[in-house]
């Protein structure tokens, strides 16, 4: 599952929108490598169909084997791995040469936040009036770390802010089918599974608000409505009751309210299990 500022990333490369300045911030490594590369071939890209970094073309394919002319990662020194005041001068000044073969040049500064004062403020020069054609794309953990004047003269991409979040939605869903469907079980082993390995409020709250989806959608389809529907909701809807329907949904509600409260999971969960069992 991808982050909202991924999401935005990739439409804006669809879209030829791309600034020349572009911080990644992820404390994933290789999720800012696997962008960066994603960038640079969109900027060297020859193919010109309206598919950037097709991945197929010379010049993404020497993006792809760390070849590109007209490609430069910044070079790091020390402990840190910091690009150094004098690399920053000599990137100030190739930039302002014309690419080589492709039609724009990409410069990329790893762990960016780390760069001393004196080299981000000799950078800021290049990235306030930059040559045409360039992309300048600064990778860190953390952008709050560079200098405001930097961030604010580029976009930033955060990249893991909400994909860790993304994927704890995504197993809340699961969770939650697993639920609506051990509802209908007679035995009442499944549900006890289902329920009792939630072991934490935040969850167990992302599973309520996905498992409500599902019995209302259940709801509608018993209604008549048309509305677009899980096959977990549609299986339901032919089992349980309509009345028994809304009571799941009143006592996921009730649910909500004592994880909202200081509630031990486990007694949740047992209560849960126990509640919705008499409910079907
Ligand atoms: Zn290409």
Known sequence: MRSKDERELLSLMKAN?????VIL????PVTIQKYAQLLSQWAVCQNDAGHKSCGECSGCLKVLSGNHIDVYTAQTAGKLEVVSVDEIRHICSDAYIMPNEATAKVYILPNAEKMQIAAQNAF???LEEPPQN?????????AEQLLGTIRSRAMVFNLDSTQVFDEKILEAQVRAKQIATAIIETKGIKLLEATGSINDRGFARLVMTELSDIIRQALITRSGGSAKVCNEAKLIQRRIHRKNLIEILETINTAQTRLGQNINIGLFTAWLCATLRRQK
Do not use: D, E, T, Y
């Open 17 to 21: 929108r791309i600034p020349h300045g």
């Open 25 to 28: 911030q992820s404390s994933q």
């Open 124 to 126: 800021l020069k290049v």
């Open 134 to 142: 360039i992309l300048f794309i600064l990778c860190c953990a953390n």
